[in-house]
């Protein structure tokens, strides 16, 4: 090799590992993200996602492998102790779980004794029931059938439980622009009791971190959304990002993206706190509490007032969150820790 070309090369690689340390140090330097410990972004009405024990039926426990577990949902002590949990952080939102639907529309039947003693212990909390189901597999919204079995079925358990503040609905996959979706809202909000919220889980906005058009909305499809839904919480996560910091970016960018979109529904920020090792679609490291509210923080933060449909973060979810989480979630959001109910 003559010395010309080995000159070059060594150019070449020179530039590169230059332009490279250059990359690294604008990343240690780059602040997406803010930390706020004065309480300022907790409104005091933020939600959690809860598991189906709270609410299931016998054979609910039996299909699942989890008869030993029955006791401990069906115990008044044990509700109460998460009914004070949550009351002393700030959650006035739980969507305990009631999912799938069967596929002809019907959601799971509930255990009545139950589903009554932990409304008696959740009482002053807005409790509604997250239905819904995987599309294709038990959620059918472009049949008709469906949509009216799915519609009454939410009307009668409303109407059986007054103390039930509404129903969350959870349909996925669920592409932006889908009309069938918007059916299944449109329905539900005539039939449902007055009063009743409809609250519905959503897909984040695009971006170009994460280019995959079938779990995003986009800006008129949120506001078609909106106009159907009382809330929106939306699924802040699975995103199969690597980095930190680009994730707390992707978080400010998003909350002021909904924000905006969703009006006038209100908006619930949701964010992870499951671990979920080893699946492609998320890195626990990276979307956990943590970062999701130096982002969520950082987003907020460009407001002078905060918006009017803002009304907190939702938690996903309840079986997940340890102590450490619990712990942070005290220091880094909430105002201080106090008795609201």
Known sequence: MNTSVLRRRL?????????????????????????????????QRNGIWLQHGWLGDDEWFERNKKVKLIFYFRNASN??????????????????????????????PVDENQTELFLREFKG?????????????????AKPEWRENFTRSIQDLLRRYPQFAGIH????????????????LQEVRKAL??????????????????????????????????QYSDQIAVMMYDTAMRFKKVYQYIMASWTQDVLEWASPSSVLLGVPTYKD??????????????????????????????PRNYQGIALYCEWEMDETEWQFWEKYFLQSIAIMR
């Open 193 to 226: 009791p007055e009063g009743k919220i409809l609250s519905v889980a959503a897909y984040p906005p695009p971006t170009l971190w994460h280019p995959f058009a079938e779990v995003h909305w986009d800006k008129d499809y949120y506001q078609q959304v909106a």
């Open 11 to 43: 150019n070449i690689i020179l530039t590169i590992v230059i332009i490279g340390g250059l990359l690294l140090s604008i990343y240690q330097l780059w602040t997406p993200g803010k930390k706020i410990q004065n309480g300022s972004h907790d409104l």
């Open 79 to 108: 509700i109460r102790q998460l009914a004070e949990q949550l009351n002393i952080h700030h959650i006035t939102d739980v969507f305990p779980h009631l999912c799938p639907t069967s596929p002809d529309g019907y959601i799971p």
């Open 277 to 306: 090792e080893g699946v492609g679609y998320h890195v626990p490291e990276v979307e956990n509490l943590s970062n999701a509210l130096l982002g969520i923080h950082a987003g907020l933060s460009s407001y002078p007032v905060l």
């Open 125 to 141: 909390f807005r409790v509604m029931p997250w239905v819904g189901g995987v599309s294709g597999v038990q959620a059918f919204p």
């Open 169 to 184: 609905i959870n349909i996925e996959p669920c592409r932006s622009g889908n009309k069938e979706y918007l059916a299944v």
